[in-house]
């Protein structure tokens, strides 16, 4: 299967095509704003020459393609935010790359990245199959920007029914190869147990579920397998967890120190969720099973990264 990987920069975009490089043989393009770090980046992990690496000004030119992996976006709140409204212009831009694509070969499978905050705000209790988006219409603030946008592109691929095309909604994920100074609760975590400072986060417990890479590896392929069909799944490890148990767990076990404050120090680029996970499991009609549970993936990235050690 030759695959085009759009946004190949992205931290989950290069952990799928480590997992590409270690599984299978599939011929993979990597397209890129920056196409001289995808291959400094080639070059560190030991794939110099592997795959052929293009900016976006070539895509579709002469190439065929069996499916399309749309990864273009921001990593962490911080871009988030400072994105700001452009974040519908470039979201846009690269999809209609893609789908221009589709148009002319109906038979290329299309794997867009979305994210859980296309359902929007309302995450005081996990969403599930029954689940509706929750956009607050006329009070739109910065921080709903980024679902809108994802929102937006899944109503769009919605609409192009006769085509394959599949968005994975993303809630949290997790590998050795995060960007420690990302600002998500997680990424505090491990810089002050690296550190060996105090950790300051408020008090609230919320829950998160990080998808491990060979999960998201495995959910990849199980979509690239099946029969082609326009759908939408949403991403989930074995087992969720809430930060109480989190805290604990990483201070019984790697020395962890904290203290609960009353205003904390992350960026809430996207918004407040209480109960960021999915308990829709549509992705195991696509033979979806997930081998590590959250607090499974954060460990076995602390182990890899010796942190705490």
Known sequence: MRIAILGATSQIAKDLVLSFASQCQH?????????????????????DGRYAI??????????????IMNFVGVGNPAQAAAMGASIFDVTL?????????LRQHPDCRYIFLSSGAAYGANFDAPVDVNSKAVVPINNLQPQDWYGVA?????????????????????FNYFSHTQDLDARFLITDILRAIRDKTVLKTSSDNIVRD??????????????????????VVDAYSKAPIDK????????????????????????????????????????ADFGYKPKYSAIES????LELLSIGK
């Open 150 to 170: 994802k929102l937006h592109a899944e109503c769009r691929h919605r609409s192009l029914a006769p085509l394959p095309i599949v968005d994975i909604r993303v």
């Open 93 to 101: 831009q690269y999809d209609e790359l893609a789908l221009g694509y």
């Open 244 to 283: 109480a148990t989190l805290l604990v767990a990483m201070q019984e076990n790697f020395g962890l120190r904290y203290e609960f404050v009353e205003t904390g120090a992350g960026v809430n680029a996207t918004g407040g969720k209480l109960s960021y996970y999915s308990l829709n499991r549509v992705a």
């Open 54 to 67: 293009a900016n976006f000004a070539t895509f579709c030119m002469g190439e065929h393609f069996d499916a």
């Open 298 to 301: 954060i460990y076995s990235v």
């Open 210 to 231: 990080f998808i491990h890479p060979s999960d998201f590896y495995q959910l990849v392929v199980a979509i690239l397998n099946a029969p082609p069909i326009n759908a």
């Open 27 to 47: 011929e993979l393009m990597l397209y890129a704003r920056r196409p001289e770090a995808v291959m400094q980046w080639l070059a560190d992990v030991g794939l």
